[in-house]
DNA sequence: ATTGGCACTCGGTGTCCGAGAGTGCTACCC
DNA sequence: GGGTAGCACTCTCGGACACCGAGTGCCAAT
């Protein structure tokens, strides 16, 4: 049916847009893929293409280029995605496994990423709010300076420090750094209240100043924006194949720098269904009007529709091979929820 | 004297070239300087500053641009810094002034650095081996998996998963803990070797593999490359007033992903005296031929001559405003360390 | 519904030319 | 000897112009 060939030729034009990056034209359709028809006929059905808004041309004598709906119609309905390659997936495994701490994870992941989809790669720490305590340190630093240290399951640690009013006692500190832990060690960050609510009645009262101070500090570390913590990869893969660079260049750099517009960025995917796909004016950042994003939610259960304690991207150019891209994003992201659930 | 008109012509080239990024002429020189000669006998002195290999002309056309010799020179002899103006010092002080916490510090520097320059910045968190030590802990996480933290004076925080053969004690645990903070509390990590074999011997024979393992992973974590880190900010000003970005953008970027060449950078540079300035080819690094570097080591003694724990530096083009840069670099490096001094 | 044919549009490339900028050289002046 | 004026020369840059080729839209024929 001719309704199905038009999707043919969606499909066509969106493939050999992204690997030649030139505007298609009819001639060059039915020379590289099998269609079966002459090129006046194409030529039809990209005049449909054109007024359903999938593709436009760039001037009059030009071929054509998909637009953001036309590449998002590819996603939805046109794009097989094909499993990443035996070497491919050994690369993931040879690189990912003897990383020695949560640092080194987060940052063999984002350098793999970058490097199997040559884009941007972004990678997102655990989140402290989702993610189950391990313990709690308190290190007196001087009389009147607490340092509170909080470690995660996954072995991620933030400090902050306290300042005091009133000086230290070491044995107060002791026994406060015994019951923190016994109320809140495997608990979710976000269940806390509760469990720490229960440790303020078992106080003396003279600690419980101090015992309140800390839940303070506590729960700040959670609620402050340094609670997110995301790092980038791959930038200079920006520059390759881009040609208006100046303009379009520059934006995507100043997105990236700014924490605050990746964290939008990855908590409006979060709302997608496994593997996000955003396209264009859909990222709702203008600097990232030419650009595509590409990410999925990782943890111990997501495979089993559990919730994503954070997540990882591919932010590369509209003109981006999605099927690979959101191979290579999948199968990251199951990696690294396989290693923080060892 | 002639020869020290020519030098003024040097100063005017380089000053003019970086404010306008063009070739400068004879004309223009005499018309923006009060050099009272005429456009002819600029053009002499010029032919001899190019004799000299201070400056070269694009073209035959065109007017000159200095050397990387150039540059040199006059950075060396010519340039005479500007301090910084109040607002901008206050500027540093207002956006400094409530860090949290050591990340917080390194990343407002970083940032308030990019935005004085309008380079990148790259500022490098406070050297573990140089630091003296705060406080070790130790953290069961399960039967064979004890976590090691190192948390040093400036509130660096590292920590490290041991992998252990024998399942763990929590007493012996708590006495090695209590031990190693005894031992090496305010010393420089450098020096920790000999604190530490002292504890050897004050501990009980069937606790002595798992203390070895400790030491071992700390001074593992003190060699290891991820010691060192470092951060970066302002890369979007790369794309600014950058004409052929292809080619000269992409192997900084590569280069400024690379912990390990930046660390090259920064280390290198530490040779020389105060701030130092590595023009072109003088970074070594043959990504960096059209950039140069300015940086300063910081940390509690340096204004006074003392050791430098950790450096900062900024990014920019060969045709670079050098005083202030400079000016920039020094006060900030200054700031931070007044900051760690607190 | 498909196709072949055809006129039309328009960007890209190459060439040419003139304007302008800047130089080096030489003759001249103090 | 150092500085200056004048001049011929070189080279880039930008605009004008023509041409080519790619690609289209449309129409009549199958």
């Known amino acids: 049916m ?14 050999d847009y992204v690997s030649t990056k030139e505007p298609v034209g009819s001639r060059a359709l039915v020379e590289r893929h099998a269609l079966g028809v002459s090129p006046a006929t194409i030529r039809n059905d990209m005049a449909a293409l054109e007024e359903a808004g999938l593709i ?3 001037h009059t004598s030009a071929g ?32 990912m496994q003897d990383a020695v701490d949560l640092d080194d994870v987060v940052d063999r992941a984002v350098r793999l990423l970058a490097q199997l989809t ?14 189950a305590l391990r313990h709690v340190e ?22 902050r420090t306290l300042e005091l009013a009133d000086p230290l006692d070491l044995a107060t500190v002791a026994r406060l750094r015994m019951l923190l832990n016994v109320a809140a060690t495997g608990r979710r960050l976000a269940d806390l209240d509760a469990a720490l609510a229960g440790v303020a009645d078992e106080v003396e009262p003279e600690s419980s100043a101090l015992l ?4 303070g500090v506590i729960e700040d570390t959670l609620a402050g924006e340094s609670e997110e913590r995301v790092v980038v990869a791959g930038t200079a893969n920006l520059v390759r194949g881009n040609t208006d660079v100046a303009r379009s260049l520059s934006p995507v750099l100043e997105a990236l720098e700014e924490q ?54 591919s932010l590369g150019p509209l003109r981006m091979d999605y099927p690979g891209t959101i191979a290579s994003v999948r199968a990251v992201a199951r990696y690294l929820s396989r290693i923080l659930a060892n």
Chains 1, 2 share one sequence.
């Open 64 to 95: 054509r280029v998909p637009t953001d709906k036309g590449y998002r119609l590819f996603v939805d309905r046109l794009a097989t995605i094909k499993p990443l390659s035996t070497p491919e997936r050994r690369a993931i495994e040879t690189f």
């Open 56 to 58: 436009v041309q760039p």
């Open 2 to 15: 001719a309704e199905d060939r038009r999707l043919d030729v969606l499909r066509a034009i969106v493939e």
């Open 212 to 215: 309140r101070a800390v839940i």
């Open 138 to 159: 308190l290190v007196p630093v001087s009389e009147r300076h607490l340092l509170v240290v909080i470690i995660t399951e996954h072995g991620r640690v933030e400090q």
């Open 260 to 313: 605050v517009v990746l964290l939008r960025l990855l908590t409006d995917a979060a709302e997608d269904e496994g593997v996000s796909v955003r396209i264009g004016r859909e990222t709702r950042h203008e600097g990232l009007v030419d650009a595509s994003l590409v990410s999925s939610g990782y943890g111990a259960d997501t495979d089993t529709g559990g919730p994503a304690v954070a997540r990882i991207a």
């Open 118 to 131: 040559h884009q941007v790669a972004v990678v997102q720490y655990p989140s402290l709010r989702r993610t």
